[in-house]
């Protein structure tokens, strides 16, 4: 099984949808938990941390479960400049010491 | 802009050529990370350096060999690449040791397209 699981994709849906990713991990001893976005033949950069209580920024949801070991990322009132791949990332801070990388799942917002 | 900077940008290389890419830092952070990009694959990390020490060498073959004189300089030496080693490498770096602080979160520079030809 793989670390961070995330399903590839495409999510193709209209603007102004709502859209939700989830992302589940492996390892019950990961602490940190992040979505990052990355856009066509860019680097990642930091979408936002996700948090035990879940939290929000502007349109963006994080919500996390560690009963069922998973991440969400909720996008309200999608735009076209939310098109990109979201990567679920999670950090072990013990042992294994780096941020671990999901796969990603690319959105695609339609005008 | 992006406060990690790498180059260059594109390298076309040859099998049997050496090159190097560097990456610098200007954020002040400890620690620095080499990650491989290949297409329709999850980001890897290759190496991790924590205050210009090695702490952690993800298997990575020997062809690639890193370099990290202080803690806002990262280099990645190639040699005798294969052409299966085409892809983004990206260079990372986060304010504290990777595994100490609950949160931590790293930057990437804008990465590094090499092709071995």
């Known amino acids: 099984r793989k670390e961070v699981e995330q399903d590839p994709g495409p999510f193709n849906v209209p603007e102004g949808a709502t859209v939700a990713f989830n992302c589940t991990y492996s390892n019950s001893a990961s602490q940190s938990f992040f979505w990052y976005r990355q856009d066509c033949r860019k680097e990642p950069k930091l979408l936002m941390s996700v948090y035990s209580s879940g939290n929000e920024d502007g349109r963006f949801t994080a919500q996390l479960n560690r009963a069922s070991q998973y991440i969400s990322l909720l996008i309200r009132d999608s735009k076209l400049s939310d098109s990109a791949t979201y990567l679920c990332v999670v950090n072990r801070d013990t042992g294994r010491r780096a941020l671990t990388f999901g796969s990603g799942t690319r959105l695609q917002v339609q005008p | 802009e992006t406060g990690v900077t790498q180059t260059p940008r594109h390298l076309v290389m040859g099998m049997t050529n050496k090159k190097s890419l560097k990456c610098e830092q200007h954020l002040g952070h400890n620690a620095m990370y080499w990650y491989k990009q290949s297409a329709k694959k999850p980001l890897e990390l290759m190496f991790v350096y924590n205050f210009k020490e090695q702490t952690e060498n993800n298997s990575v073959p020997s062809r690639f060999s890193p370099e990290c004189p202080n803690s806002s300089h990262l280099f990645l030496h190639l040699h005798t690449l294969q052409p299966e080693d085409s892809a983004l490498y990206l260079c990372?770096?986060?304010?504290?040791?990777?595994?100490?602080?609950?949160?931590?979160?790293?930057?990437f520079g804008e990465g590094s397209w090499l092709t071995v030809v």
């Open positions: 990372a770096s986060s304010q504290d040791p990777p595994g100490t602080v609950t949160g931590n979160t790293i930057y």
